[in-house]
Structure formats: C-alpha cells, structure tokens
C-alpha cells in the first residue's frame, strides 16, 4: 500500500488525451501530483472519467523526457545538447538558408492537436508572417478533415451540432464507424445510460464492437458493411426515406435550399441506389437497410454519432456529407437529441482545426482567398499573407521527395509513426535539409530531425483545449515546464529569431487576440470561462455570451441546408488473390495514438503490443492459432505481430490497432486518400495474412 498523504492543494485542469475533454483535479502536494481526480463541476463528464485520463499522467515525468534542446548536422550524427538560443538561432538560420536557396515554399509547419489553442494559433501565424506562407497544417488531416470539409459544405460550420448531454433525450442512437466504449469512454457510459433506459440503437461498423451487444444493450440493427462501402449503405438509406415518404416536407421545405434538395431527391430515388441494388457492394442485406433507414426516420428524435470509419475513407467527405443529408431530410437537427456529432480523437483536435491550422484556411475557418479576412489578419499582424492555400502534409512528404519541400517544423505529432505508408514518410523526411521536431520524447518522427525543441506535457501548460462538443476548458499549469520553456514561448522565441516579433507575456493574451480576429471565437475570455466554468463556442457577448449548445436551431450557419449527392464509388483497394483480405485499423481503450504517452505509464500493462483481430475462418484456412505470429504483407509494406482469433470480425475483413512503432501498422497502409482532403484510407487495406516464426 502506497501511502499517498493529503494533498497540500489542488488545480483544476483537462485531460489531455480524447475529444470528450473530461476535467480533473489534480491534487498535488508542492508540484507532484499525487492523484487525478474527476471533477464533478466538468462539464463534459460531471465526475467521471476512464482509465486515460484517472491513471495514464505519469508520463508527463517519466525518464524518457527531454528537456534539454538538442541539434545535430545530420540525421546520422549524435545529439549535441546546446542552449534554448543556440537550439533557436540554428533553427532559423537553417530555414532562412532554406528560403534564399530554394524558395519561401521550401519550408513549412504542423500544428499539434495534443497543443493548447493558443500554442497552435501561435504556430499557424509563425508560418503565415514569419515563413510567408499557407504551408501548415494538422494531424486532423489524417483524421477529420472530411469532417470540416463535409460539415462546412451542408451545414456552414466544421464542428459537432450538439452537446453531450443531447444524447439524454435520444430516442434513437445511430453509431456510424466510431468506438466509443474504447475511443470515447466517457460519453460512451452516457449513451450506454441512454440506451439501457430505452434508446433504440443501430450500428454501423465492419466489426461487432462492444456497444453492439453489451450488458443489457443490444443494437436493434447492426449494418456489418464491408469495410469501404459506407456510402452506398448512407445512400440506400436515403433511399428508402425518400421513396417510402418519410421525408420531413416542412422542414425541408423551410429550412434547406430547394434546388439542391430537389437534385438529391432525384439521385437517390434512382433504382440504382435501392439496399436492393446496393447490399452486395455494401454486404449488408437490403431488408436490414431499410429497417434502419425507417427505424432513424421515424423512431423520434434520431441522433448520429460518428468517428474515423467515416471519414478515413477515400470516399470520407461524401460520407459526411451522406449523414448531413439524412439528418435534414429527417429534420433531424436544431434541436435537443438529434444532430450530427462526430467524435473527436485528439483531445484539442476541434481546437487546432479552429485556430486555422489548414494550409487553406485562416482562424475561424474562412478561405486564405478571401480578401477581407486576410486584410484583418495583415492588419494585426503587419505582414501579407499569400492568397493561395499552402500544401497539406501529403503534399509536404511530395515535394519534400520531388527536392522542393526542404524544412519543417513539427510540434507534437509524431508523423512517421501515424501518416499512411511509413516508407514514403521516411523517404521524405529524410530528403528534407532541417527538421525541427517539438516533442516531449524522442518519437520517431525525431530520427529525422535535426534540431529537438523539448516540449511540454499538458501540466506544464496554461491555455485552452476545446472538446468534440466545441466547449473550450482551461488548461492550468501544476508544475513548471520540464525544460524552462512552454511550447507558446518557444513558438514565440522561434519567430523573433526569424526576424518576425512577437511578445506575449501569457497565454491570455494569445486568446485575447483570437477572439478578436475570429468570429466563432469572439467572446471567448479566461474570465468568462472562469464564470461559466467552460463554454461552447460561439458565444458572442450580444447574442449568447454563456455559449451554444446545440447549433443550427433556427438556420443553419451557411443560410439554408445544402444537400449533395453521394454517389458511391468503390476504393481502388481492391482485394485480389495476392491481397485477399481487408485490413481496417483503430485503437483500444487503455493505449492513446501512437502510444508514446500511454505507453510510459501503467496502461501499458494492459495492452502492450498491437495484435491483429481475424475470423476464425480465415485463421483456419491459413493455419494459424490464437497468439501465433502473423506477418501482414500489402502493396505498400509488410510487418509482424501476434493474432487474435475472434467472431467480432467478419470473415474477409482483419484489425489491428497502430498504438506501438515495433508493429507499425502503417507501414502497411497505403497512400488512397479522400478526395476532397486527402484524409488517409487508413479503414482499408487489400493485405494477405500468414503465419511467420516468432521475429
Ligand atoms: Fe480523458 Fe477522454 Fe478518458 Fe475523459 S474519456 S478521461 S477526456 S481519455
């Protein structure tokens, strides 16, 4: 028994791992923290928490951590410990040199979503004023950038239409390609009290996931699809809403654009897109479709819920835009206990997104095109900013191989280990002339840097996250930053040695200057948050200054409605006889990512390796047992791992999980991508499986 003591006082403070955004008070005694307890007041989890967030801080003082700055010449050479200045000077003469020889476009940034808004506002301007460009950009590209695109298009905002407690007056819960038991844990415990009190449930999944059928739970429906057909299953819905008159006439009528509802209407009328013409594309047979489609209709308030088998598709924004369609036409939206809610992964995903960490966009959303808001931005920041969008990350890895792209700052992302097809990662990384990794740990993203900026962990920080629910929490400080520096300052210090100033002397003052250049983020304060606890954005002084709980109530952000067509097209990843099987990746409870915090604490005994799920079936026919090893083997790449036999999966389709560098899920993956962003088809591989000797 560890004698933990009283504690001699505590902070409240936000978990720093998913987009629930639970807040806990840490109870400390001088800058120790003795224990992180869950804090009634949050309002995001009202007391609870999972197994994240109560146990897995330890890392933030583990032996791994770096604190000094480090540079070398090249990637092959030993770290050299020099100080913050010389770390800083370095780095911005190498990307000024970078600049003279090949250009302002040689160099570029990646905001972190594990960041405070404030610390990924700060990187964002430093690569618009200080590099002169629009080459920045975010993990939310591998993850929900469809989101942004697809929300943007159909409703006028990027972001989640509810609150969490919406769930509560569901009466029908629709979970398309999310796992919230393990992704979510704490929202999943409220739907899970939902659906125990009578809410009626759907599935849509390639996998038999836990909230499928758990203690007294059991989905009314569960849409089994094949993994790379979510929009023909959303489109035969449509269907079947359509042709069977279970359309929302008058909410349609009033609140959407007619024309575009018109075309719609028409398109998914067709013969072609009946569950009849689509279940043998999507496996799903068309009684169960239309089951489904009438039970979300018309079982009362309907409320979808969704996650990354949305979106890390080829296909990905047409889904969302699919499930935009669907709430409209049902009139599903505006109000308690309906909406579209995409779960969030990283816990300030919502927030890097918002703070304008997208090569096209500026804070808040709005186009890099649009002359009046960048003249705002020139305005407060005294420089110009180019009118055309800057590369995405895949683009970066692209010209960083082409010998165009040749610098990158990187704060807190490890994008060898998470970006699709480690190889062509590597390979650009190692074409670039200077990379400046800002990290807590030595990641793998760090074998190809040149310059190492020690990070700080979420107690070392003040600011802000902001949750899948747009509800922005304070961040506090328990302990000093490890290495002297907190990430907003190095960010500072990083631009006046390019030549660009900068001077802040808080986070504050950061948020003061957000909200005043970005709408959706006008009214936001420290005091106001203070007041309220927390508050969802917007929440604009003269119209709702305690914040906004559900969105498009009376309009949607954009005016009216705008419906798209979602014709299905299949993936080009195809299985053939070399690639027989479909390969589809997400995460488990205990373990965070890529793991590099979770892994350092206790959760690590709980799952501490990547193993790869298959169906009995396809187990049997290769031969393989329960805990054998097992070499995965795409066209992109081949690793080793041990296999769990198991019936969640359906024969055909295998999982596995990317938390650990030694399995390297993505080293398999490969570079398909959605159309409109680029997001990774990280949900399907073609691969073949086979047994291999112990490695
Ligand atoms: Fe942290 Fe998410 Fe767990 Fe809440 S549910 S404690 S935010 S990991």
Redo the contacts with the bound molecule.
């Keep these: 028994v560890i004698e933990l003591g009283q504690p001699e006082h505590s902070v409240i403070t ?9 807040s ?1 008070k840490a109870e400390m005694k001088g800058t120790q923290v003795m224990r992180m307890v ?1 804090w009634k007041d949050g309002k ?2 009202e007391g ?7 146990f897995a801080w330890g890392y933030a003082t583990h032996a791994d951590r770096i604190t000094r700055p480090m540079i070398r010449a090249s990637i092959d050479d030993p770290w050299q410990e020099v100080s913050w200045e010389a770390a800083l000077t370095h780095a911005a003469s190498e990307f000024r040199r970078l600049q003279a020889k090949y250009g302002k476009d040689a160099i570029g940034g990646i905001t972190s979503s594990r960041c405070t808004n404030e610390e990924t506002y700060l990187v964002q301007k430093l690569i618009r004023a200080a590099f002169g460009n629009n080459n920045v950009d975010t993990c939310a590209r591998v993850c929900h950038s469809p989101t942004g695109y697809g929300l943007g298009q159909t409703l006028g905002t990027s972001a989640g239409t509810q609150t969490f407690e919406s769930v509560d007056k569901a009466d029908v819960i629709m979970v398309i390609g999310a796992n919230p038991t393990d992704g ?4 999943a415990s409220r739907m899970k009290r939902r659906l125990r009190a009578g809410a009626r449930l759907i599935v849509v999944d390639p996998r038999r996931i836990d909230i499928v059928r758990s203690p007294h739970i059991q989905a009314e429906h569960h849409l089994q699809l094949r993994p790379g057909t979510n929009v023909a299953v959303i489109t035969a819905m449509a269907h079947v809403i359509v042709t069977e008159g279970l359309v929302a006439e008058a909410f349609v009528a009033e609140r959407c654009d007619a024309k575009s509802f018109a075309d719609w209407r028409a398109f998914v009328a067709k013969p072609e897109n009946s569950p009849e013409a689509l279940q043998d594309a999507s496996g799903v047979p068309a009684a169960e479709l239309r089951a489904a489609a009438r039970l979300y209709a018309t079982g009362g308030n309907a409320a979808i819920y969704y996650g990354l088998g949305v979106t890390e598709h080829s296909q990905g924004s047409t889904m969302v835009m699919g499930i935009a369609n669907l709430a409209m036409a049902t009139g599903n939206i505006g109000r308690e206990g309906v909406g579209v809610n995409p779960l969030r992964g990283q ?1 300030n995903v919502q927030g890097s997104c918002d703070m304008g960490s997208f090569p096209h966009e500026l804070p808040g959303y709005r186009h890099v095109s649009d002359s009046t808001v960048r003249a705002s931005f020139e305005a407060a920041w005294g420089v110009e900013i180019n009118p055309e969008p800057g590369l995405r990350i895949p683009n970066m890895f692209d010209a960083a191989i082409a010998g165009s792209f040749k610098g990158l700052y990187c704060q807190g992302e490890d994008i060898v280990q998470s970006d699709p097809n480690t190889q062509h990662v590597s390979a650009a990384m190692r074409a670039m002339e200077c990379v400046v990794v800002q990290d807590i740990f030595l990641n793998e993203t760090a074998k190809y840097a040149h310059v190492f900026l020690p990070g700080s962990s979420f107690l070392e920080k003040d600011g802000t996250f902001t ?1 899948a629910e747009r509800r922005i929490s304070r961040v506090r400080k328990v302990m000093p930053p490890l290495a002297g520096l907190a990430d907003w300052e190095v960010t500072v210090r990083l631009a006046n040695a390019l030549g660009y100033p900068m001077a802040y002397q808080n986070p504050q003052e950061i948020m003061a200057e957000i909200a005043a250049l970005t709408p959706s983020f006008s009214g936001v304060s420290y005091e106001k948050i203070e007041r309220f606890g927390s508050v969802q954005w917007p929440c604009n002084d003269s119209t709702a200054e305690a914040g906004t709980a559900i969105m498009h109530v009376d309009r949607f952000v954009r005016g009216k409605g705008r419906f798209f067509i979602t014709q299905y097209l299949p993936t080009d990843e195809k299985v053939t006889r070399k690639f027989p099987l479909l390969l589809t990746t997400g995460r488990i409870l205990s373990q ?1 990512n890529v793991g590099a915090q979770t892994r350092r604490t206790e959760n690590n005994r709980w799952h501490s390796e990547d193993r790869l799920e298959l169906h009995p079936h396809d187990a049997e026919e290769r031969g393989i047992k329960n805990d054998d090893w097992v070499s995965i083997r795409s066209r992109a790449g081949e690793t080793v791992l041990r296999a769990t036999i198991t019936e969640r999966m359906q024969p055909g389709v295998v999982y596995t999980t990317f938390h650990f560098p030694e399995s390297g899920a993505n080293v398999v993956t490969t570079e398909n991508s959605d159309w409109a962003t680029n997001c990774p088809e990280y949900k399907v591989t073609a691969v073949q499986v086979m047994p291999v000797q112990q490695p």
């Design positions: 936000t978990c720093a791992y998913c987009g629930v955004g639970c806990f869950p995001a989890n609870h928490s999972c197994v994240k967030g109560r979510h844990p704490v929202f816990n949750n965070y």
